[in-house]
């Protein structure tokens, strides 16, 4: 018998790709798994969310600038390329050292549960998807480096080579994807289907007619220049920001709210049905990121329903500080673990916060935080605008710092005036002669009382203002400008209703949000 030496090439793109199989096939068992545990339990998720959880405020900075709101796409896509080569590894090592590779491949898994244990709201059996995950792709290394391994029988061949059966272990490989695939894709149908509950609830729900409706938008509001946002935004373009990997898919029927904390003499917990049968607020508020750079895309303008958060807060017991009460800070928590910390001062101060459960005349989307999220004018998102709200807990500011804080942003941060030009767009080349500049500006709850364009540095030149719907919302703005050709500079300021003006100092988003005027370079083409 002739002995032909193994070719070591195949061979190892062999181990490599039982590395990765074996790795496809545990994430679909936890996939599987998952559906049956919850959503948020899956590795992939689990992993995502506590890197998002662990990225310093720096890092994450760059992954917004760099990615917009493509950055979580960006981390699960990270993560898979990580998960592949510590797959990749475990093929290889498998082949030689079959148990060092097999408890490599499960070892995978046991990281995966201990991020998933580290999520905010994870019980015990969060960690059971990877776990399953990591001993099903242990299993079938085992199994594909078993018949990696093996010797052909007498007579069949030369024994101990390599393409041994090389159609068998193609076959083998093949069979691992398809039955992953399938597992997989199983697991998600069942995750849809146990969000069936809360797609139902969400359409079922009717919401109540307003007590108190918002005025209709003064005609004027929307100024309509091509090519700027409109007054209120639809919610399929509403920006969305949140670090969620997963839209909490929350049951309206199952959903309470619990109201305490220090100084709440009667404690409340309320089904949707008893918050809406509250008399319900209709108010429209620009809500803003205060990631958002200056002339920037996060801010959106929408008409909410909602019962006011005051009266709530009243009902519970609550004063606020400037009344005696022992609490300055108001703790919004949601179903996914995320904390706001919210002004007690501010929210009882007279001005519409609510407690939302519609936007733009729906339900809210579960994206924006189905059933029930808070919207406070004039505060930044994250100090105030809590998605998929399920607790607030009254307590100080000393005492307790919110998600953002612990990440060094601001614990107070009040919405900074801005203004964004929105046509012309940066580098446009619009013809000489009659340019429409138009954009938006925000103070909210000061309102914006002027709006003031330049061209290449000269003097402030002052837009018509859409009309005002109240001092909660942004006011459209437009500048007819007679462009000459040539590059031009183009800068927007404002002018809040209390008279202060929009400051030219650039100043970062990091700590409490972006200060700074909007600059559009156009090249106006000559007639
Ligand atoms: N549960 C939860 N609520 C959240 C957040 C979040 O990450 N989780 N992000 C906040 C931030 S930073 C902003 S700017 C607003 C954005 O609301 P939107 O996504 O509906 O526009 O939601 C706030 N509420
Ligand atoms: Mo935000």
């Known amino acids: 018998m002739t002995r032909t030496k193994a070719d070591p090439k195949p061979r190892r793109a062999a181990a490599a790709l039982s590395g990765l ?3 496809f096939a545990g994430l679909a068992a936890a996939e599987l798994a998952a559906a049956v545990v919850r959503p948020e339990a899956a590795p992939l998720t689990a992993v ?10 720096a890092v994450k900075e760059w992954a917004v600038r760099s990615f917009g709101t493509s950055d979580k796409l960006v981390l699960t896509l990270g993560i898979v390329a990580v998960l592949a080569a510590l797959a990749v590894a475990a093929g290889l090592l498998a082949v030689r050292r079959p148990r060092a590779g097999i408890a490599l491949a499960g070892s995978v ?3 995966g549960a201990v991020a998933a244990l580290s999520r905010p709201e994870a019980g015990w059996t969060d960690a059971l998807p990877s776990l399953l995950g990591g001993a099903v792709s242990a299993a079938v290394l085992y199994l594909l480096v078993t018949a990696l391994n093996r010797r052909r029988p007498a007579g069949g061949g030369p024994a101990g080579t390599w393409p041994m059966d090389r159609r068998g272990f193609g076959r083998l490989v093949a069979a691992t994807v398809a039955v992953s695939a399938v597992a997989g894709l199983a697991g998600r149908r069942l995750g849809a289907h146990g969000a069936a509950g809360a797609t139902a609830s969400r359409a079922d729900l009717v919401l109540p007619p307003p007590a108190v409706p918002a005025p209709p938008v003064p005609v004027g509001a929307d100024l309509r220049v091509p090519g700027t946002a409109r007054f209120l935004t639809p919610n399929r373009d509403f920006y969305r ?10 049951d309206a029927d199952t959903w309470r709210l619990s109201i305490h904390g220090e100084g709440v003499t009667q404690p409340l917990t309320l089904t949707l049905p008893e918050l809406l ?17 200056v002339g920037g895309p996060y801010v959106g303008n929408a008409r909410w329903l909602g019962v006011r958060l005051a009266d709530l807060l009243r009902e519970a017991g609550v004063r606020p500080p400037s009344r005696g009460g022992p609490a300055d800070q108001l703790v919004a928590r949601s179903v996914d673990g995320m904390t706001l910390g919210t002004p007690v001062e501010t929210v009882m101060d007279g001005r519409e916060a609510l407690l939302a459960v519609g936007m733009n005349g729906e339900p809210l989307p579960f994206a924006h935080g189905f059933p029930v999220r808070m919207v406070v004018p004039g505060l930044y998102g ?6 998929w709200l399920r607790e607030l807990r009254l307590t100080t500011f000393s005492a307790y710092d919110a998600y953002w804080v612990r990440r060094s942003w601001a614990a107070r941060a009040p919405v900074k005036t801005q203004s964004r030009i929105d046509t012309p767009r940066p580098l446009a080349e619009p013809a000489a002669g009659r340019v429409a500049v138009a954009g938006v500006a925000w103070a909210q709850h000061r309102g914006i009382s002027r709006v ?3 061209v290449d540095g000269g003097p402030w030149q002052q837009a018509r203002l859409g009309a005002e719907d109240g001092n909660d919302t942004w006011r459209q703005w437009v500048w007819v400008w007679e462009a000459p050709p040539g590059r031009h500079v183009l800068q927007a300021r404002a002018t809040d209703g209390r008279g202060a003006v929009q400051p030219e100092t650039r100043t970062p988003v990091l700590p409490d949000g972006a200060t700074g005027l909007h600059t559009v370079t156009v090249r106006v083409r000559p007639r």
């Open 21 to 23: 199989a074996a790795a």
């Open 48 to 57: 995502g969310g506590a890197v998002v959880d662990r990225t310093p405020t």
């Open 109 to 111: 898994g046991v990281l």
């Open 241 to 250: 920001v949140d670090t969620a990997l997963v839209v909490p898919r929350v």
């Open 277 to 293: 049968a509250r008399p319900l607020v209709e108010h429209d508020v620009t809500l803003a990121c205060v990631s958002n750079e």
């Open 382 to 387: 994250y100090v105030s605008a809590c998605k």
């Open 452 to 454: 003031e364009v330049r």
